[in-house]
């Protein structure tokens, strides 16, 4: 066990519909990352949130938006949802803004499928 | 730019055997972190392995060891014993110390053969 708790496991939704994916980091982590799986494919990161603040920003789509709360829990929003948005949505987190001795440890991720 | 290849997609083994699983990486920092990530087929990441790379000695972690080439850029990860177990994606990672991002290869799939 990671330790990072995503929720919810699996969604299934129409498309042009907005979902909402959470995720709760180790605790003592304060950094939260956000990457997607699709088929098949390697994990392309999104976005990532250290301490309430974004701190850095990949191929994140306008459509998509992310927080971080005092609590240090996080939010994925996604939104217009189109079927190519289907996809294992994973969250990571880690002790320190960079990365010294702070390996990612990942979620179980939230498997979205838009029919 | 920061890259990492992995240039098997798929490899597979005997169970009882050693396999390699190949990564090149191109950074121009001189301080990062080499991760190996397992993908199970329950999806689920985990860490394997991790190498810092201002040491020169390769990390090991029981069955599964690197072996470190900084001045080639590269990090193979070597699997001792394959166990039926270890049948997953196997991604090649890093990140470096002033960074924000960990960058991830395109992952090799592995199938350990009974």
């Known amino acids: 066990d990671s330790g990072v708790t995503q929720t919810p496991k699996h969604l299934i939704t129409a498309t042009g519909q907005r979902v909402t994916l959470r995720c709760s980091p180790r605790?003592?982590?304060?950094?939260v990352y956000w990457y997607q799986q699709s088929l098949d494919q390697g994990l392309q990161f999104l976005i990532q949130y250290y301490n309430g603040e974004e701190r850095a920003k990949g191929n994140i789509l306008e459509r998509f938006s992310a927080q971080q709360f005092p609590d240090l829990h996080s939010e994925l929003n996604l939104s217009s949802l189109e079927l190519g948005d289907s996809a294992l949505y994973f969250c990571a987190s880690s002790v320190a803004g960079d990365h010294r001795n702070s390996p990612l440890h990942f979620g179980n991720g939230t498997r979205l499928t838009v029919t | 730019a920061q890259t990492v290849t992995q240039s098997q997609p798929e490899m597979s083994v005997q169970e009882a055997e050693t396999v390699t699983l190949s990564c090149t990486y191109d950074t121009s920092e001189n301080n990062y972190y080499l991760f190996w990530y397992k993908q199970p087929p329950s999806r689920q990441m985990i860490l394997v392995i991790r190498?810092?790379?201002?040491?020169?000695q390769n990390a090991t972690e029981n069955r599964f060891s690197v072996n470190f080439q900084k001045a080639a850029k590269s990090f193979s990860l070597k699997i001792s014993d394959s166990q039926l177990g270890d049948t997953a994606m196997y991604f090649c990672?890093?990140?470096?110390?002033?960074?924000?991002?960990?960058?991830f290869g395109t992952g090799t799939s592995l199938t350990v053969i009974p």
């Open positions: 190498q810092e790379a201002y040491k020169q």
């Open positions: 990672a890093f990140s470096v110390y002033t960074g924000n991002q960990f960058y």
């Open positions: 605790s003592g982590d304060l950094s």
